[in-house]
T-cell receptor
């Protein structure tokens, strides 16, 4: 059974701080997606990484795919209250269109 | 272009009833996947359909079924509802069945009493 473990599960920080969320697995994935979800809404795609060692930047967000394609990280610089939400990583490519999700990281950024 | 749409937004049912949830993919997308998200957890894969055929099934009982129509829209049916079926049901679409990048709809919140 493929599993993705995210850490930390909960994160409460002050505006302006930096943070990193980790997504780890013992399985190799052909791609890794990061989503952000607001309460009661569907996940919104932030990025897809497909190459081992790949780094993608989206404004203050930096995403990295591990060299062995088993892990990924999301780094947020100078967090803002608008970054508050549930961050989900999802691995894909091993079973058609089935995505394997981590349990999520609940981020709260206080002004 | 419109994103993935789902209906209804919210639904309240009682145990033993059945429910039908509907999804319309992004225009041009031929693959639709269904996920169940229980509060506090990540989404769990239920089904994937492509060109009206089931391409994948998650670890869910036979009470769960789905189908895809010629216009690529999809329905998820759940029979004999249990309290544990209460969840946010998400639909996601992608261009092709092997595409990892999936775009999600807003979900249907199902409450079983």
């Amino acid at each position: 059974t493929q599993l993705l473990e995210q850490s930390p599960q909960f994160l409460s920080i002050q505006e302006g701080e930096n943070l990193t969320v980790y997504c780890n697995s013992s399985s190799v994935f052909s791609s890794l997606q990061w989503y952000r979800q607001e309460p009661g809404e569907g996940p919104v795609l932030l990025v897809t990484v497909v190459t081992g060692g790949e780094v993608k930047k989206l404004k203050r967000l930096t995403f990295q795919f591990g060299d062995a394609r088993k892990d990924s990280s999301l780094h947020i610089t100078a967090a803002q209250p608008g970054d508050t939400g549930l961050y989900l990583c999802a691995g894909g490519g091993n079973q058609g269109g089935k995505l394997i999700f981590g349990q999520g990281t609940e981020l709260s950024v206080k002004p | 272009d419109a994103g993935v749409t789902q209906s209804p937004t919210h639904l309240i049912k009682t145990r033993g009833q059945h429910v039908t949830l509907r999804c319309s993919p992004i225009s041009g997308h031929k693959s639709v996947s269904w996920y169940q998200q229980v509060l506090g957890q990540g989404p769990q894969f239920i089904f994937q359909y492509y060109e009206k055929e089931e391409r994948g099934r998650g670890n869910f009982p036979d009470r769960f079924s789905a189908r895809q129509f010629p216009n690529y829209s999809s329905e998820l049916n759940v029979n004999a509802l249990l309290l544990g079926d209460s969840a946010l049901y998400l639909c996601a679409s992608s261009w092709d069945y092997h595409m990892d990048t999936q775009y999600f709809g807003p979900g249907t919140r199902l409450t079983v009493l």
